[in-house]
C-alpha cells in the first residue's frame, strides 16, 4: 500500500470525505472515516501531509 | 530569538522544572510500552523502558506459527531500535511501585515524575481444575507455549480430535481464538482431513461471529465444530493425564488441547494496587491516569477501556494519545478528549483475511464507540476482497511493529 506521508493533505481530506460519503469500494476505510467529522478530517491530514 | 527569550520567561516562573528535566518510566515494551516509550521521546520527554525479555515475542500473526504457516523468529522484535534513538532500556523485573519510584526484582529503585504502565495480562490457569500448561498449552502469550502447541499438532496422528477452548469476556483479542480455531482447521485439512476440530466457548456470541460461521461453512464443514455456552461449551474440569477436557454438559477426549484460563491485568498491576474487584484497571479515558492512583497511567491489555478490545492495535492507539496526555501534564496543560481508532485483522485460512474496526471517544468516564462508525468486513464479498484484507492485515502487522519498535 502506498504510504500517506507526504502527500497534499487536499488529496489526503478528499479521500477520507469520499470515503465517508459511501463512495469508491473500501474494505476499511469507509468505517474509519465515518468516526470523523470534516474539521477532525482536515486537521488530521494536514498532520498526516506534513509528517516524513 | 523569541522562542529562547519565551523559554527563558518560562524557566523563571517555574524554577523546579530548571534544577531537573521530568522523568518518565515506562514498565512493560510491548505493543503499548515501546510505543509510549518512543512516542514520549519524540515529544522531547526523558524516558526510560522498564522490560523483563531482552526481545519480545509479537502474539498477533502467532497463530499462524501455530499452524505452521510462520516461523517464529519472523515474531521476534528487539529494543535496539529504542537505544538508537537514545531510550534508556532496562532489561529486568519491576516488582511493585512505591511512592514515586518503581522498585526492581533486585532491589534498585527508579524515581518519576510520572509513570506509564502497559504490563499486559497475567493468566489464572488455576481458574480451570486439573489444568496443565504443558500438557494443554494456551499460547496466549507469544514464546515456548506457541511453539509446543505447534510440535504437539505435527506430532497428532491423522484421525484425533483438536480441542480448543475461548474463555468468557473480557480477555486478549476477542476474535484470537477463533482465527486459531480456523488455522489449525486449515492444518488438519491439509494435513490431516480424517482429523476433527471442537471449539468450546464459555460465549454464545463472539467477534466477527458470522464472518468467521460464513468461512467455516465454505471452508471446514464438518472439521470444525462450535459448541457455545448454552450447548455446554464451558470447561469446567480437565484431566490432563487422560487428555480430557469435561463441560457442563459432558467430556471430550484431546489428542491435542489447548485450553485459555481466564485473565487479569499483568501481575505488577495487581501488586501497584492499580487493579479494581475485576482484576483489572480503570483508567481515565482522556489521559489513562489511574483512577486508584495519581501520576500512574496505564494502557493496553490491562486496563477496563469500555468498548476498546485488547487488541496490539488498541495498545498502539492508547499508547500514542497517552504519550500526549503525560507529555501536556508535564507542561502543567490539561490533555486534549481523544479519538482513537482500533482495527482487528483475523486470517481464517491464508489469503482470506476479515476484520472488525471501531472509533472510540470518551463518554461517561469510559472509552465509548463512536455512533455509526465501525463494523466489521461484507458478509458474502468476494474472494478478491478477502485476499486484499488478508495483504493489509501483513501491511498493518508490519506498520505497527515498526511504530512500536523503530
Ligand atoms: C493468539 C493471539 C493473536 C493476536 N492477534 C492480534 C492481532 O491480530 N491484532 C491485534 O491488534 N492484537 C492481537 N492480539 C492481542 C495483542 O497481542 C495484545 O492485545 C497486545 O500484545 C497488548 O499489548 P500490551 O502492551 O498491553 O501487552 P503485551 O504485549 O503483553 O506487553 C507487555 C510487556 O510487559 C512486560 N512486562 C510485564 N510485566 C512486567 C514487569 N513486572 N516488569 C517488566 N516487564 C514486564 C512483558 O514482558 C511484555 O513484554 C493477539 C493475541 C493473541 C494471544
Ligand atoms: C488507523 C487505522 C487505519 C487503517 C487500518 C487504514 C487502512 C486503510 C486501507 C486498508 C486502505 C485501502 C482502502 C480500503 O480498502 O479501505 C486505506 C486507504 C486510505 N486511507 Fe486509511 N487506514 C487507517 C486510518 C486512516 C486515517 C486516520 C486516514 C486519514 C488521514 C486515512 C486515509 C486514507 C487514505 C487517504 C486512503 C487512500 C489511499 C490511496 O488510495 O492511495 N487512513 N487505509
Redesign the pocket.
Known amino acids: 500500500m502506498p504510504a500517506l506521508a507526504g502527500q497534499p493533505a487536499e488529496a489526503i481530506t478528499g479521500a477520507m470525505l469520499a470515503y465517508r460519503a459511501g463512495q469508491g469500494s473500501p474494505t476499511v476505510m469507509d468505517r474509519i472515516a465515518r468516526g470523523f467529522t470534516e474539521e477532525e478530517i482536515r486537521a488530521i491530514a494536514a498532520w498526516v501531509s506534513a509528517s516524513r | 530569538m523569541r522562542r529562547r527569550a519565551l523559554l527563558g520567561a518560562a524557566l523563571l516562573a517555574a524554577p523546579a522544572l530548571a534544577q531537573a528535566a521530568p522523568k518518565v518510566v515506562v514498565?512493560?515494551?510491548?505493543?503499548?510500552?515501546a510505543t509510549a516509550a518512543r512516542a514520549l521521546h519524540h515529544l522531547g520527554v526523558s524516558v526510560t523502558l522498564?522490560?523483563?525479555?531482552a526481545t519480545?515475542l509479537?502474539?498477533?500473526?502467532?497463530?499462524a506459527v501455530i499452524a505452521g504457516l510462520r516461523e517464529m523468529e519472523a515474531q521476534r522484535f528487539g529494543y535496539e531500535g529504542l537505544r538508537r534513538e537514545g531510550i534508556a532500556v532496562i532489561h529486568?523485573?519491576?516488582r511493585t511501585v512505591e511512592g514515586r519510584q518503581v522498585v526492581l526484582a533486585d532491589g534498585a529503585t527508579l524515581p518519576f515524575d510520572r509513570l506509564v504502565m502497559?504490563?499486559?495480562?497475567s493468566l489464572r490457569p488455576d481458574a480451570i481444575p486439573g489444568l496443565d500448561t504443558e500438557a494443554m498449552p494456551h499460547?496466549?502469550?507469544a514464546g515456548p507455549q506457541t511453539l509446543l502447541l505447534r510440535r504437539q499438532l505435527e506430532a497428532m496422528e491423522d484421525g484425533g480430535v483438536v480441542v480448543l477452548s475461548a474463555p468468557a469476556n473480557p480477555y486478549?483479542?476477542p476474535p484470537?481464538p477463533y482465527?486459531?480455531a480456523s488455522l489449525i482447521a486449515h492444518y488438519l485439512k491439509t494435513q490431516k482431513p480424517r482429523s476433527k476440530l471442537i471449539l468450546l466457548d464459555e460465549k454464545d456470541a463472539f467477534s466477527k461471529q458470522k464472518l468467521f460461521e460464513e468461512a467455516w461453512a465454505a471452508l471446514y464443514p464438518g472439521l470444525l465444530e462450535w459448541v457455545p455456552l448454552s450447548a455446554g461449551g464451558k470447561v469446567v474440569e480437565v484431566d490432563a493425564a487422560e487428555q480430557l477436557v469435561r463441560t457442563e454438559f459432558g467430556e471430550h477426549r484431546a489428542a491435542v488441547a489447548s485450553i485459555i484460563p481466564p485473565q487479569a491485568a499483568?501481575?505488577?498491576a495487581q501488586a501497584a494496587g492499580l487493579t479494581d474487584r475485576s482484576g483489572w484497571c480503570p483508567v481515565d479515558p482522556v489521559s489513562f491516569e489511574s483512577r486508584q492512583r495519581p501520576g500512574i497511567h496505564l494502557?493496553?491489555?490491562?486496563i477496563i477501556a469500555g468498548a476498546m478490545p485488547?487488541?496490539?492495535?488498541?495498545?498502539n492507539a492508547q499508547a500514542r494519545v497517552c504519550a500526549e496526555a503525560v507529555a501536556a501534564l508535564l507542561r502543567g496543560e490539561a490533555p486534549a478528549p481523544p479519538k482513537l481508532i482500533n482495527t482487528?485483522?483475523?486470517l481464517v485460512e491464508p489469503g482470506y483475511g476479515i476484520s472488525i474496526a471501531g472509533v472510540y471517544q470518551p463518554a461517561n468516564g469510559l472509552l465509548a464507540d463512536v455512533p455509526g462508525a465501525g463494523g466489521t468486513s461484507a458478509l458474502g464479498a468476494p474472494a478478491a476482497v478477502r485476499a486484499a484484507e488478508a495483504g493489509y492485515a501483513e501491511d498493518w502487522f508490519r506498520t505497527i511493529t515498526a511504530d512500536a519498535f523503530g
Open positions: 514498565i512493560g515494551g510491548g505493543f503499548g510500552g522498564v522490560e523483563r525479555e519480545y509479537s502474539c498477533p500473526f502467532s497463530n529486568r523485573e519491576a502497559a504490563p499486559g495480562i499460547a496466549w502469550r486478549r483479542c484470537g482465527e486459531r499483568g501481575r505488577i494502557i493496553g491489555d490491562a485488547k487488541s496490539a492495535f488498541a495498545a482487528c485483522y483475523s
